[in-house]
């Protein structure tokens, strides 16, 4: 899905849940999925995007971008079958919609192994693969692990509940997102029918991307019944009690987990912050990008706020995320 002068070059493959906002663009040979682009943010050629989010950047010549060649790790050879349970975020949700962060930079020819988090303003170097988290302002200049050999038992599945982590607060970004459009895009789309239709298909689109997550999240836990055994054997107790604990935990989470609007009954959001942000909207609509240009420092940090609330709501949710704490 592309919004108002977003491209995608030639050559490329789009599947479901690409979504690039105001002026972003691909190249040549760019593979996406489940890829959500802030306003401007820009991929080079023969790049693989799949499963991550990129923000950052402030205007058409300040912004993110990832230079050609570049691939997002998103698959790891644990559990009987695999898993992309590897979603990565370079910038934030509730800092990024706001477009004043500084745009991050991820050079070509290199890669992240996911999951992966990349503060803003940080610049990884050209021409290797990372696997570490980065912090905000960085210049990352390669990232060295010595070499190995080791025996591999893909049935062996260690720190799942720090994977488990990383993927919830993935989808937390997903509904602040997810509400970000329902709250604000929609009615600043209220008076033109055709960008009500493109908003609500970009919320359309945001559910989808929430339901595979969850999706890729089960297939990975399917894994976790068997690793346990292994890692009972080799006196890991401790470690296997966790994989099972969310083996019986995942199912009961599933449905409040993919439902965005969850949180909303559980009272878990900033109402003072929200009435403060929503009371700024046009009620007849008006410019997306003017509206978020106009905003005074006060009303974007009560906007932080709600939408902070909205991530930390749905990882509190007592039937949801909570329940794999």
């Known amino acids: 899905m592309l919004l108002d002068g977003a491209s995608f070059g030639p050559g490329g493959h789009g599947r479901a849940g690409t979504l690039f ?3 972003a663009s691909a190249a040549h040979a760019v593979g996406t999925k489940q890829t959500i682009l802030f306003p401007w943010a820009t991929l080079g050629s023969n790049i693989n995007a799949c499963d991550m989010l990129l ?4 205007d058409p010549r300040d912004h993110s971008e990832i230079g050609s060649g570049f691939i997002h790790f998103n698959f790891t050879p644990f559990g009987p079958c695999g898993d992309k349970a590897a979603p990565s ?5 509730p800092r990024g919609v706001w477009l004043t962060e500084p745009r991050i930079f991820l050079g070509g020819a290199g890669g992240v192994v996911g999951p992966i988090t990349i503060g803003y303003g940080t610049v990884l170097a050209a021409g290797a693969v990372y696997r570490r988290d980065r912090g905000e302002g960085m210049l990352v200049v390669g990232e060295k692990d ?10 062996l599945i260690r720190r799942g509940p720090e994977r ?4 919830l607060e993935y989808m937390a970004q997903l509904v602040a997102l997810h509400r970000w459009y329902a709250e604000v895009r929609l009615r600043l789309a209220a008076d033109d029918p055709f960008q009500q239709a493109v908003i609500e298909a970009g ?14 999240l089960e297939r990975f836990v399917d894994g976790f019944a068997g690793a346990a055994d292994r890692l009972e054997a080799r006196g890991h107790s401790e470690e296997a009690a966790a994989l099972l604990g969310l083996v019986s935990a995942l199912p009961e989470a599933s449905a409040v987990l993919q439902d965005p609007l969850a949180i909303d009954g559980a009272e878990l959001v900033d109402r003072t912050s929200r009435s403060a942000l929503l009371g ?7 410019s997306y990008l003017e509206w978020i240009r106009d905003l005074d ?11 902070q609330s909205v991530i930390d709501g749905y990882l509190a949710h007592p039937d949801g995320a909570g329940r794999l704490a």
């Not at 923000?55 to 402030?58: C, E, I, P």
């Not at 070499?147 to 049935?155: G, S, V």
């Open 280 to 286: 700024t909207v046009p009620s007849g609509g008006g």
């Open 203 to 216: 919320l359309a689109s945001l559910e989808g991307a929430l339901s595979d997550r969850v999706r890729q």
């Open 55 to 58: 923000a950052g950047g402030t």
């Open 21 to 23: 906002e105001e002026g």
């Open 164 to 167: 488990v982590r990383r993927c």
């Open 297 to 307: 420092d006060g009303t974007r940090d009560r906007g932080r706020v709600f939408l």
């Open 89 to 93: 975020r370079f910038g934030c949700v």
């Open 146 to 155: 010595p070499a190995r050999e080791m025996r591999f038992d893909p049935l």
